[in-house]
């Protein structure tokens, strides 16, 4: 098996909370234009010769069947073709999305990425069923549903898109289509956070700026987050050097809305993290506490069914902060890795700046994150 990452793209300029007067601020948002970003692929299958593809990191690993299924059809047995893939032995979970996967699974990033495809043997004791495309697009448009639900405090706009919009939506991700996708999802009206960065950067430019300035728009302080958290009892210098992951219950998930809090300093990334796990920063003299979270495949589960109320939607969200893992955080635990949209931002960033460029095109903030505990 070779080494593989993701394509050579240029990644954004990310702005530092201390960032000097002479840094360029133009304030604006990315777009998600960086997220339309592809990844490079090397996916072997039995002894045939590995297929290359790029593939885009906002994408699904079951949309590239269509693709891949040609190339190895003349090698395939008779049957019935259920494709899933793994990475290193382990399964991959098809309602990740593919750039989450990569950054989760591969601390030190593979040139190309050498993953496995399978057509027969699919491990329903590890994945949750798919059927194909409608599985992916369901599992989009529910996570979709739930993160307007938490910004907007309904989700209704998402709802009552016309059949129309949907596709040309999903088809925008599926093709990793920027246009497309900007035309579409601007009709759902889900409001942005209020840009601490950009008021810094105003401020500078201005020297005073008074809050009328301000476009008024509506905003919101809650950002759905997706947190997947690999713990690591060894301790490490370089990224090569982290355990492979060989089971998904070495990873902790945490499905949990973060509400910026508007006080006289600036919240940033760190002040995020102490919501999302704030069993890393409790006193040092609790020294065992559980990592609150749910379990993945539940999760998706109940996001797979048609949400078709914001009673549902509300009711996903908050159990999805009630059930434990069973994995023990350790109040000497360290973090150790922090990678979102494949790139490993500081600590004291502002959180509005990443909750306004680097949201996956669900309106989810996937947030990975390497913690050394003790042993």
């Known amino acids: 098996m070779g080494r593989g990452n993701s394509s050579s793209n240029p990644s954004p300029r990310i702005p530092s ?9 133009s304030g604006q948002p990315l777009s998600f234009a960086f997220l339309f970003l592809f990844l490079f692929f090397y996916i072997c299958f039995a002894n045939s010769k590995p297929f290359q593809i790029l593939a885009p990191r906002i994408g699904y690993l079951p949309l590239l069947a269509p693709l891949i299924k040609p190339y190895f059809s003349s090698t395939l047995p008779p049957g019935v073709d259920t494709i899933w893939f793994d990475y290193n032995g382990l399964p ?6 593919t750039g989450v996967l990569f950054d989760l699974l591969c601390p030190e990033p593979e040139r190309p990425w050498n993953i496995t495809v399978h057509f027969r043997g699919y491990p329903g004791s590890v994945l949750i069923p798919c059927e194909g495309e409608d599985s992916v697009k369901w599992s989009f448009i529910n996570s979709l549903k739930e993160a307007a639900y938490i910004m907007n405090g309904n989700c209704k706009n998402v709802m009552n898109m016309s059949q129309s919009d949907q596709l040309e939506l999903w088809h925008s991700v599926m093709n ?6 900007q035309r579409v999802s601007s009709k759902l009206k889900l409001a942005t956070v209020d840009d601490e960065y950009a008021s810094l950067c105003l401020q500078k430019s201005q020297q005073s700026v008074i809050e009328t300035d301000f476009p008024a728009q509506a905003k919101t302080g809650r950002v759905p987050v997706r947190l997947y958290v690999l713990s690591v009892s060894k301790d490490f210098d370089d990224l090569d050097e982290i355990p492979r992951v060989d089971s998904w219950e070495k990873i902790s998930y945490i499905n949990r809305p973060v509400e910026i809090r508007k006080e006289d300093k600036c919240f940033t990334l760190h002040d995020a993290l102490k919501i999302l796990l704030p069993e890393l920063f409790l006193d040092e003299s609790l020294m065992n506490v559980k990592l609150g979270g749910v379990d993945l495949e539940d999760a998706v589960r109940n996001s797979n069914e048609d949400v078709t109320s914001d009673k549902v939607v509300e009711d996903q969200g908050q159990n999805a902060c009630k059930r434990p893992e069973a994995c023990h955080i350790y109040s000497s635990a360290k973090i150790k890795l922090i990678r979102i949209q494949g790139i490993e931002p500081k600590l004291e960033i502002p959180f509005s700046w990443v909750a306004n460029n680097l949201l996956n095109p669900d309106y989810f903030l996937h947030v990975c994150v390497c913690v050394k505990v003790a042993q």
């Open 92 to 97: 991959l979970k098809w309602y990740i999305p």
């Open 17 to 25: 909370h201390h960032s000097s007067s002479s840094s360029s601020c």
């Open 176 to 181: 990793g289509n920027l246009e497309a996708y």
